[in-house]
């Protein structure tokens, strides 16, 4: 783990109490919300905005959860579905505000399927460019490291895949070329949620190594997965969710069997 020379630790990622709200209009779904939102609008206009609180539905996906990451930790975020991991790593990276509490960060955090922006309608060739641009690399970074990219990803080993359009490809080629576009650059903070869980073992295997190269860079890297055997495979540390509550945080094995004895996973 990396350090500053005087043997201490390097945080990356304060959680300081972080809780994180998600209002939803309309209360109910189908042909009600959108007479509700015609309410909204009708009372806005009689009562200048009184009623525009009615109908909005407050969801609490994140509650009073703190923790300190540091530098060369790879921690694994497990929970069931709907236990607030996805959401936490958006907090983090910035795309979403919190409720109460602070979120600090040290660098700049990738969450991965965000920064590398991909668009269907350009080739893989062409988007790799695009999403090696928007992590900020140089063109010339982009150009050195382009096979790397390509070859990383796999896409070509059954055709000449990076030369057709992103929309040609299936949802699993797609996401094993945004990893290796992000895994390309070196982060302060890489978050990647679920994107091991695409492609077959010999891509887990090589987007497992190199999440061990990114720590040993001294970066921070934040896994999100349903498999208990890539967390166990890349994390030194994990984050137990559920309903939004941090459960447990502490060295791999020891919160993944506390989670497998609770959930039978």
Same mark, same amino acid.
């Given at each position: 783990m990396a350090d500053n020379g005087t043997g201490e630790r390097i945080p990356t990622v304060i959680a300081d109490d972080v809780h994180i709200v998600y209002r939803v209009n309309g209360g109910g779904g189908g042909r009600g919300s959108a007479t509700a939102a015609l309410s909204r609008i009708v009372g806005r206009r009689k %009562? &200048? &905005?009184?009623? !525009?609180?009615r109908g909005v539905r407050k969801v609490h996906a994140v509650r009073g959860v703190s923790f300190t990451a540091y530098r &060369?930790? !790879?921690i694994g975020l497990i929970g069931t579905n709907g236990s607030g991991k996805s959401t936490l790593l958006r907090a983090i990276a910035g795309l979403l505000p919190t409720e109460h509490g602070k979120v600090y960060t040290d660098g700049q955090p990738s969450l991965l399927g965000v920064n590398a922006a991909l668009m269907n309608d350009l080739t893989g060739e062409r988007n790799v460019i695009l999403g090696g641009l928007a992590m900020g690399m140089s063109r010339e970074e982009i150009r050195k490291r382009y096979q790397q990219i390509v070859d990383f990803s796999g896409i070509n080993e059954k055709g000449d895949f990076i030369s057709l359009p992103m929309r040609t490809y299936s949802s699993g080629m797609g996401a094993r070329l945004r990893f290796a576009i992000a895994a390309a650059k070196n982060h302060d903070v890489l978050m990647i949620d679920e994107a091991? !869980?695409? %492609?077959?073992r010999a891509f887990q295997i090589r987007s497992e190594e190199r999440i061990r190269e990114l720590r040993k860079e001294a970066g921070t890297v934040f896994l999100v997965s349903h498999s208990n055997k890539s967390i166990r495979d890349t994390c030194d540390r994990v984050l137990w969710l559920e309903k939004g509550e941090l459960l447990m945080d502490g060295p791999t094995e020891e919160v993944l069997r506390a989670y497998e004895r609770e959930t039978g996973k």
């Open positions: %009562g &200048g &905005g009184q009623t !525009a609180s &060369g930790e !790879a091991l !869980a695409t %492609g077959d």
